[in-house]
């Protein structure tokens, strides 16, 4: 590619992955249309995806992570302060994000190429990606608020948010996890054409399987 081309070239690219960011808010309003832009699969489209994907992965396994009971009890541990637990509530978050995206996206691409689809592995990590944007979404709506009424008693057993604090914020973090499930029917629905009925077969037995394997990746980790 000489001079010229490359710089003609360049701002299509940009411009590419300026939507691609676009969208990751888009889809919280009209998700149908943004899992349809997934059908590209070419090697240009999904470039200019990467990095809002990788961004999505991390901020939603983060946001899993921080909704999970076992972090209830990180600063019983008085060695832990506040700093350390939030280094090592990202440090969870990122590994956590990275393992379910591809474990998932294995599960999802596995079912749906087992029900007729003929889309690729990758597509369906990215359709997951962007199915996690209420998961990431929780981190600025449900934490800020939930750490201004209680500080580093969320992290602690029997602080100030036990009880029916803990069980608002728990109820709202479980309705952005449901919301990224419907997510995931949506985008499979409309990445495939399929039926309501068969996009929802798909993401039940993608998220039975992917819980399987987490399952089975837990009891590994346990007994090594």
């Given at each position: 590619?000489?001079?010229?081309?490359?710089?003609?070239?360049?701002?299509?690219?940009?411009?590419?992955?300026?939507?691609?960011?676009?969208?990751?808010?888009?889809?919280?309003q009209s998700p149908r249309p943004v899992f349809a832009a997934l059908r590209d699969d070419s090697v240009?489209?999904?470039?200019?995806?990467?990095?809002?994907?990788?961004?999505?992965?991390?901020?939603?396994?983060?946001?899993?992570?921080?909704?999970?009971?076992?972090?209830?009890?990180?600063?019983?541990?008085f060695a832990i302060d506040g700093l350390t637990a939030a280094i090592i509530i990202f440090l969870q978050g990122c590994v956590y994000g990275t393992v379910v995206y591809w474990l998932a996206g294995g599960a999802l691409f596995f079912v749906s190429e087992y029900l007729g689809s003929r889309g690729s592995y990758r597509r369906s990590r990215h359709v997951l990606a962007y199915a996690s944007v209420p998961l990431a979404l929780s981190l600025v709506v449900i934490w800020p608020v939930r750490l201004a009424l209680y500080g580093e008693d969320v992290f602690r057993s029997g602080g100030r948010d036990a009880g029916l604090g803990d069980h608002v914020f728990a109820g709202l973090e479980l309705?952005?996890?449901?919301?990224?499930?419907?997510?995931?029917?949506?985008?499979?629905?409309?990445?495939?054409?399929?039926?309501?009925?068969?996009?929802?077969?798909?993401?039940?037995?993608?998220?039975?399987?992917?819980?399987?394997?987490?399952?089975?990746?837990?009891?590994?980790?346990?007994?090594?």
């Open positions: 590619m000489n001079a010229v081309a490359r710089r003609r070239a360049a701002p299509q690219v940009d411009q590419s992955e300026r939507a691609w960011w676009l969208r990751t808010l888009a889809v919280l240009e489209a999904a470039a200019a995806r990467q990095e809002p994907v990788l961004a999505l992965v991390l901020l939603a396994g983060v946001g899993a992570v921080l909704a999970s009971p076992a972090n209830g009890t990180l600063m019983d541990d309705a952005f996890v449901a919301w990224s499930v419907g997510l995931v029917v949506v985008g499979v629905r409309a990445v495939h054409g399929w039926s309501w009925g068969r996009a929802l077969a798909a993401s039940t037995l993608a998220v039975v399987l992917t819980a399987g394997l987490l399952a089975l990746l837990r009891v590994i980790l346990r007994g090594a």
